[in-house]
């Protein structure tokens, strides 16, 4: 059973940063993959990016690329998502996950934290 903890959302301005965090309860490392998700309301979830613990592989969705960075600390058990020139359509609940694959299918993902709200004004 892993738990995962996200923290660091908030409101912002338009172009402003912010860095997500993942605290996971247990050694994740060459065990699972991990991925950030997003829902604003009324849409679908949507991958937004993952990294491969092991490798340090790296994908994200067309829409955060050149903005977006994930990255992990395996000694601290924990992933982050550095948002940069943020825009008002990245506002969205963001969620972390953990999965065996990575995948940009959320239905891959067995773990999943409560999720952080980031709000981004024009």
């Known amino acids: 059973q892993v738990q995962l903890v996200e923290s660091g959302g908030g409101l912002v301005q338009a172009g402003d940063s912010l860095r997500l965090s993942c605290a996971a309860s247990r050694r994740t490392t060459s065990s699972y993959y991990m991925g950030w998700f997003r829902q604003a309301p009324g849409k679908e979830r949507e991958f937004v990016a993952g990294i491969n613990w092991s490798g340090g592989g790296t994908r994200y969705a067309d829409s955060v690329k050149g903005r977006f960075t994930i990255s992990r600390d395996n000694a601290k058990n924990s992933v982050y998502l550095q948002m940069n020139s943020l825009k008002p359509e990245d506002t969205a609940v963001y969620y972390c996950?953990?999965?065996?694959?990575?995948?940009?299918?959320?239905?891959?993902?067995?773990?999943w934290g409560q999720g952080t709200q980031v709000t981004v004004s024009s």
């Open positions: 996950a953990a999965a065996n694959i990575l995948s940009v299918n959320p239905r891959s993902y067995g773990y």
